[in-house]
């Protein structure tokens, strides 16, 4: 009930697509959503992150949608560019259950062609 | 300049042998976290700490030990009990242990069994 199904396991679009990577949990009691982007060989750094009581929030080119009674969300890039590619994870944790402590999806490896 | 630091970046160990993987931060954070990444798993939490001389066992703790003395300081030891521990290893902070929280995450250290 932990976990957090993540697909696609990798992406290849060209530059100006549109890649969506979508994320599903089990856990309801989950509240807090972020995604993590990855360049090799280095950390992740958050990107954006969404809380359950707005459907869809935007920061720049990056946006999630998120879908409480389907118990999924997703990230969309806009005009995507070949310095998105990068490996992408989505996340979860809830405030009853885990504080601050993440469960992390398996993982997206997007890259974008010029 | 603030952040996460992580050595070594390469470490290689031999059968039998337990090593140290070094953590240091100075974002003056109170929480600490150590996850491993293997391809195609995403990240798993081995041990988290919430305050200095606390620590809790994540979802994969079996092999590996911890400690936290210093708030800056949360060294992770892979001991001989870990059978496979082939894997790159992230460090990561939050200013607190509660929910919502940002995890900054380090360059990660990468083990390799010999």
């Known amino acids: 009930q932990q976990q957090v199904k993540q697909s696609p396991q990798s992406l290849i679009v060209q530059k100006g697509g549109i890649p969506i990577i979508n994320c599903a949990y089990e856990n309801t009691a989950f509240d807090y959503f972020p995604w993590y982007q990855q360049f090799p060989g280095k950390g992740p750094a958050l990107l954006i992150a969404?809380?359950?009581?707005?459907s869809e929030k935007k920061e720049g080119r990056f946006t999630i949608s998120f879908n409480k009674s389907a118990k999924q969300f997703s990230l969309h890039i806009m005009d995507s560019q070949p310095g998105d590619s990068a490996t992408y994870f989505c996340a979860a944790s809830g405030l009853e259950t885990s504080g601050s402590r993440l469960t992390f999806g398996e993982g997206t490896q997007l890259t974008v062609n010029p | 300049d603030g952040g996460i630091t992580q050595s070594p970046k390469y470490l290689f160990r031999k059968e039998g042998q337990n090593v140290t993987l070094s953590c240091e931060q100075n974002?003056?954070?109170?929480?600490m976290y150590w996850y491993r990444q293997d391809p195609g798993q995403g990240l798993r939490l081995i041990y988290y700490?919430?305050?200095?001389?606390?620590?809790q066992k994540g979802d994969i703790a079996e092999g590996y030990s911890v400690s936290r003395e210093k708030k800056e300081s949360f060294p992770l030891t892979v001991t001989s009990a870990q059978k496979n521990p082939t894997a790159f290893y992230l460090c990561?902070?939050?200013?607190?242990?509660?929910?919502?929280?940002?995890?900054?995450f380090g360059p990660g250290t990468r083990l390799l069994v010999l």
């Open positions: 969404i809380r359950p009581d707005v």
């Open positions: 990561a902070s939050s200013m607190g242990s509660g929910w919502g929280e940002t995890q900054y």
């Open positions: 700490s919430q305050i200095v001389n606390d620590f």
């Open positions: 974002l003056n954070h109170d929480a």
